[in-house]
């Protein structure tokens, strides 16, 4: 089955100013030879496409090309209640949820909403990979921002630097130094910034958007919380561009307790990722994410094929509400697009993996391509989407052929 709308477009905040950029890196991650290794494809540069994705050998239609856990994901916020919040599978029926600290505004106490997890071997593995940092700051405010605008990259951002913090100051005696973003990625978790920073970029030089300003603050807001229990510990000044003026100090007056484990280490992590994530480096996620991330559409049915259909109808539809969650993935960015492409993904599992597969016959040395956006609509209306997105101007066959040039 075809998914149509492989990536998500563009939102306001960067639109007119983008360029597509890829920087060179000291070196490929290693996570990226992992993935291609068993694949039949290759990363190469082809002229006037950047980097690229080609067959190695002859590609039947059908063939599989290979499967990738995201780097990072989230669900959507509508369905946080429904959606696992570190696969995005659909909640099964010995799902676990983890309860968050209630926060006080404006003098009303309210809990935010736990955070659900398909399965106990799930949770258990997120409590490895980014969860008693995230469980420890008060996010509340950035995910009411983000519900306002919904928007999903500030929230790709918080999980993001959770995890990577994680990794610089796991407890002793634990694996999770070494264990995998997800279980059967083969990438090691140290690798997570490494394969963001890999990836094609918009060009986005300060001053930067208002939005990431103002979102980047209120990630900071809530890292603070799990470094100091409450906010107005002042004593973890940071960079200059660390404003937080327009954050009041005054709203959220308690949080719960921590997660037994999370004593000494989670704080340790909390100062590390106030450390390192600077204003600098969330532009440096966020221009990535807005270029890079996929929708995911994971059938909540567990995969009936009464739910396929329900979901691929609405994904023509074009139904914003059928999205799981939004990924990262680090080869599947490699993919050029093509409005004819060669390449189809698919969730098949129902969670965040994703699978790519051939749409028809590939042979040695052909661009494998895939489609950015709904590749049945009208030429211009493709156009205009890929060069409000992407910032491109498709030159694939079927645009040359319906724009009636030779
Ligand atoms: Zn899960
Ligand atoms: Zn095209």
């Not at 970029?201 to 980047?216: C, D, G, K, Q």
Request: hydrophobic share 35%; charged share 15%; net charge negative.
């Amino acid at each position: 089955m075809r998914r149509i709308f492989t990536r998500q477009l563009f939102s306001r905040s960067t639109s007119g100013t983008r360029q597509l950029q890829t920087e060179a890196p000291a070196g490929i991650p290693q996570a990226l030879f992992d993935l291609l290794e068993p694949s039949p494809l290759a990363l190469s540069v082809l002229s006037g496409a950047g980097r690229a994705l080609v067959s190695r050998r002859p590609i039947h239609q059908g063939q599989r090309l290979f499967q990738e856990w995201p780097l990072v994901c989230v669900p959507a916020l509508s369905k946080q209640d429904k959606i696992c919040h570190r696969c995005l599978a659909a909640l099964g029926n010995d799902a676990q949820s983890a309860a968050r600290p209630e926060v006080q505004t404006d003098g009303s106490t309210h809990s935010t909403h736990a955070l659900c997890f398909c399965t106990p071997t799930c949770y258990a593995a997120a409590m490895q990979e980014y969860l008693p940092i995230y469980l420890a700051s008060n996010l509340q405010q950035l995910e009411d921002e983000c519900r306002r605008t919904q928007e999903h990259f500030p929230l790709l951002a918080a999980k993001l630097i959770c995890s990577e913090a994680l990794t610089q100051h796991s407890p002793a005696g634990t694996s999770a130094a070494t264990s995998t973003l997800l279980a059967g990625q083969s990438s090691p978790r140290s690798s997570l910034m490494q394969g963001i920073d890999f990836l094609s970029y918009a060009n986005t030089p300060p001053p930067y958007p208002e939005e990431w300003v103002s979102t980047y603050s209120l990630l900071i807001h809530g890292l603070r919380t799990a470094v100091s229990g409450h906010h107005s510990d002042r004593k973890l000044s940071r960079s200059p561009d660390d404003d937080l003026s327009h954050v009041s100090a005054s709203n959220v007056v308690s949080r719960g307790p921590a997660p037994a484990s999370s004593e000494g280490y989670v704080r340790e992590a909390a100062q590390w990722a106030l450390k390192h994530a600077d204003m600098a480096w969330y532009a440096r996620a966020l221009g990535r994410f807005h270029v890079n991330s996929f929708r995911v559409d994971a059938p909540e049915g567990g995969g009936s094929s009464d739910s396929l259909m329900a979901a691929a109808l609405a994904a023509i539809a074009g139904d914003q509400n059928q999205r799981s969650g939004s990924a990262v993935y680090l080869l599947a960015s490699m993919f050029n697009h093509s409005c004819t492409p060669n390449a189809d993904i698919s969730f098949p599992v129902c969670n965040s993996q994703a699978v790519f597969t051939a749409a028809r016959d590939i042979e040695p040395g052909e661009q494998v391509c895939i489609s950015y956006i709904n590749a049945d609509l009208p030429v211009d209306v493709r156009r205009q989407q890929l060069q409000f997105a992407y910032g491109f101007d498709c030159g694939c066959p079927k645009c040359m052929e319906d724009l009636g040039t030779p």
